[in-house]
């Protein structure tokens, strides 16, 4: 059967915790909630922090925290953020990485608007410093595809030797100012990919059902959690928990296994392997 990874992004830097109180924003909450859906499923946990006011935040030490506990009680493999907090400078979107090393980080192939008016800022010199930290350190590199020509930016990185092959790409669908979340756009983009290439694909809000459905048809991966979701159904509160949960459901009827930690490992090549 083929193996299907799940990643839980458990809190966002922007899902607003007054709408739904399951959101985990202290270290241990995050924590607990990683350690919950590596349990029930998720090979991946994919973290950003919050600060005491519910807003994100890149600090070094909520990560160091947050990660140390889930690394002395599970085997699940750990994402981390490099887009958690938006105007600051370069450097504290990068330090966690060489000093807390995860198999895993972040590494958003463009720049893009934010609500109501921001600029999400990804420089080429930025996603330059980013590649090569993550190179020096072990760090695959998870490219998020907003757009098409996010794809043709990760090949120039690619060619430059700041990614490396293959590459392991996550669809962000249904931003306001990238690509709707339609599975005709998914699979668009899933045939731009570079030969060999990974992927793994999520949509924001209502749009979750259809993708990660199609997602598994496609034979790709899937990201769940509330992060991108606050609801499992009309009127419904999810939890990081239960979306895990239902992932694995559909997962198993569809007919394919949900892959462990170590086979999400074996898949993406990554470190620990």
């Not at 410093?129 to 998870?142: D, F, I, P």
């Not at 757009?147 to 293959?166: H, N, T, W």
């Not at 892959?259 to 993406?268: E, G, H, I, K, Q």
Request: glycine letters at 8%; a negative charge; proline letters at 5%.
């Amino acid at each position: 059967m083929a193996k299907t990874i799940i990643s839980a992004a458990l809190t966002g830097a922007v899902s607003p915790k007054a709408k739904n109180p399951h959101i985990p924003t202290t270290p241990k909450e995050i924590a607990e909630d990683a350690i919950r859906c590596w349990k029930a499923g998720a090979a991946i946990v994919h973290l950003h922090m919050r600060d005491d006011e519910f807003k994100g935040t890149m600090d070094k030490a909520r990560f160091a925290e947050t990660v140390k506990i889930i690394r002395n009680e599970s085997d699940v493999v750990i994402n981390l953020t490099s887009s958690g907090e938006i105007n600051v400078p370069h450097e504290r979107r990068m330090e966690h990485i060489a000093d807390l090393k995860p198999e895993i980080g972040t590494f958003d192939a463009g720049s893009i608007n934010v609500l109501p008016d921001g600029i999400f800022d990804n420089t080429c010199s930025f996603l330059t410093k980013l590649g090569n930290l993550m190179n020096e350190n072990n760090v695959k590199a998870e490219v998020e595809i907003m757009d098409l020509g996010m794809i043709a930016a990760s090949e120039y990185y690619l060619s430059k030797g700041v990614l490396k092959a293959p590459i392991h790409y996550q669809f962000v669908l249904g931003f306001f100012s990238g690509a709707p979340a339609t599975p005709e756009n998914m699979a668009f983009l899933k045939g731009k990919l570079p030969a060999g290439s990974t992927w793994s694909a999520f949509g924001i809000g209502n749009a979750h059902m259809p993708i990660l459905y199609s997602a598994i048809a496609m034979g790709g991966h899937v990201r769940v959690g509330l992060e991108d979701n606050l609801f499992y159904g009309p009127g419904v509160l999810a939890t990081n928990l239960s979306l895990t949960e239902r992932a694995v459901r559909v997962i198993k009827e569809y007919g394919n296994e949900v892959a462990t930690s170590a086979d999400a490992r074996a898949l993406l090549g990554l470190r620990g392997a």
